[in-house]
């Protein structure tokens, strides 16, 4: 898991965007239109890094359509002192 975190949190493209997304989802579930809204971001933008972070077992959605929410996963919260060393690297980088 170590490696993923890694890879989609700090050397891919798009991994500042979802440094983001895990510190805002940190506070509490949100949906996109949420997330979007409070980034600033683009909802599609949104919708496309949740979709590759579901993807790889980092979050989970609870709900459906609209108010569907994405929280952490158990295996995230397993690796939270990697998910937190990694996003403390990234910011401290900017």
Same mark, same amino acid.
């Given at each position: 898991m170590e490696g993923v975190l890694w890879y $989609? $949190?700090? *050397? *891919? !493209?798009?991994?500042k965007t979802r440094v !983001?997304? $895990?510190r805002a989802l940190e506070h509490r579930p949100q949906n996109a239109n949420q997330l979007s809204n409070a980034l600033e971001m683009?909802? *599609?933008t949104i919708r496309h890094?949740?979709?590759?972070l579901v993807e790889n077992n980092i979050l989970q959605s609870a709900g459906n359509g609209y108010g569907e929410v994405y929280l952490?996963?158990?295996q995230a919260k397993q690796?939270?002192?990697?998910?937190e060393r990694i996003l403390n690297t990234v910011e401290g980088e900017e």
């Amino acid at each position: 898991m170590e490696g993923v975190l890694w890879y $989609l $949190l700090a *050397s *891919s !493209r798009g991994a500042k965007t979802r440094v !983001r997304l $895990l510190r805002a989802l940190e506070h509490r579930p949100q949906n996109a239109n949420q997330l979007s809204n409070a980034l600033e971001m683009d909802y *599609s933008t949104i919708r496309h890094h949740l979709k590759i972070l579901v993807e790889n077992n980092i979050l989970q959605s609870a709900g459906n359509g609209y108010g569907e929410v994405y929280l952490f996963t158990e295996q995230a919260k397993q690796n939270w002192d990697t998910v937190e060393r990694i996003l403390n690297t990234v910011e401290g980088e900017e």
